[in-house]
Nanobody, 121 residues
Framework: QVQLVESGGGLVQAGGSLRLSCAGS????????MGWYRQVPGKQRELVAR???????KYVDSVKGRFIISRDNAKNTVYLQMNSLKPEDTATYYC???????????????WGQGTQVTVSS
């Protein structure tokens, strides 16, 4: 099994910054793509940013130029640096990883428990 544990959420004023971290642990053979999603009550979970094992990145248009996703493959960890935060960035942020344990035949999608980010105006 693979576990993802997020940290770094909190309350920040508009224009401020936060850095989210997500560490993978457990029986990990390999992790392919990793990413961050967010969700607000009553809405679908949306992709914020994704990064491949080789470092290629993808962002939703609303965060381009403000958020930076990165990863440390040796630590099975993905980060999300969030700058110039806006009230509309307020959401629960979830870490996601496509990972394979040694005993598994295929890759599976894993999710963290979520971390709350609140941006005050």
């Amino acid at each position: 099994q693979v576990q993802l544990v997020e940290s770094g959420g909190g309350l920040v004023q508009a224009g401020g910054s936060l850095r989210l971290s997500c560490a993978g642990s457990g029986h990990i053979f390999r992790i392919n793509d990793m990413g961050w999603y967010r969700q607000v009550p009553g809405k679908q979970r949306e992709l914020v940013a994704r990064i491949t094992s080789g470092g290629s990145t993808k962002y939703v248009d609303s965060v381009k130029g403000r958020f930076i996703i990165s990863r440390d493959n040796a630590k099975n960890t993905v980060y999300l640096q969030m700058n110039s935060l806006k009230p509309e960035d307020t959401a629960t942020y979830y870490c996601n990883a496509e990972a394979k344990s040694p005993a598994a035949l295929t890759f599976r999608n894993y999710w963290g428990q979520g971390t709350q980010v609140t941006v005050s105006s």
